[in-house]
């Protein structure tokens, strides 16, 4: 069935260093994908979507481009700030929403 | 109040104890989730509503009981939990999560439950 993999954390940068986490998907058909972030103490949330190939989703400096050829959906941030410090969720969305298993970021001042 | 909202915010019970835990969303939705998160777990569905009619029940134990009365209440009900249980139960609602692939989720902020 269709999923997503992401890279497993956590993952502790300083401030205002480059953000990658990784998602790749297994999907048959066209999904959505996503990212989601969960604050300390609160829900989920989302941070960015596309809805097809080479469509790229942006929100806060975060980017995430959908690749088909690498079946990807990479997140990025050029200079990370101390109140990114999150857990990450890359999910996609045929019949059902379908996340990873979240990657737990921590940015140091 | 706006998006979905959830009640209690933390609970705490025994093993014996009944209780429920509520979900409102103000979305204007027609689907709203159940989801189990638990430390260093995958985020697990456990029900699926939509158009109040339960669609997906995830082989989730009779101790957890769903009820969704109308499009914008979901209801948890608990009864003779275990230790296990114990963890961050998320409510989410939809516009539907049939057909249609963009359907986003959007996310209350959880009741931590613990049992004792």
């Known amino acids: 069935g269709n999923s997503v993999t992401q890279m497993e954390g956590p993952v502790t940068l300083s401030e205002e260093a480059f953000l990658t986490i990784n998602c790749t998907y297994t999907a048959t058909g066209y999904p959505s994908l996503f990212w989601y972030v969960q604050y300390p103490g609160e829900g989920l949330q989302l941070l960015l979507k596309?809805?097809?190939?080479?469509d790229k989703g942006s929100n806060k400096g975060f980017e995430a481009t959908y690749r088909k050829e690498t079946t990807s959906f990479h997140l990025e941030k050029g200079s990370v700030q101390v109140s990114d410090s999150a857990v990450y969720f890359c999910a996609l969305s045929d019949d059902h929403m379908r996340f990873g298993a979240g990657t737990r970021l921590t940015v140091k001042p | 109040e706006t998006g979905v909202t959830q009640t209690p915010r933390h609970l705490v019970m025994g093993m014996t104890n009944k209780k429920s835990l509520k979900c409102e969303q103000h979305l204007g939705h027609n689907a709203m989730y159940w989801y189990k998160q638990s430390a260093k777990k995958p985020l697990e569905l456990m029900f699926v509503y939509s158009l109040e009619e339960r669609v997906e029940n995830n082989s989730v134990p009779s101790r957890f009981s769903p009820e969704c009365p109308n499009s914008s209440h979901l209801f948890l009900h608990l009864h003779t939990l275990q230790p296990e249980d114990s963890a961050l139960y998320l409510c989410?609602?939809?516009?539907?999560?049939?057909?249609?692939?963009?359907?986003?989720?959007?996310f209350g902020p959880g009741t931590r439950l613990t049992v004792l």
């Open positions: 596309a809805t097809k190939a080479d």
């Open positions: 989410a609602s939809s516009q539907d999560p049939r057909g249609s692939s963009y359907n986003e989720q959007f």
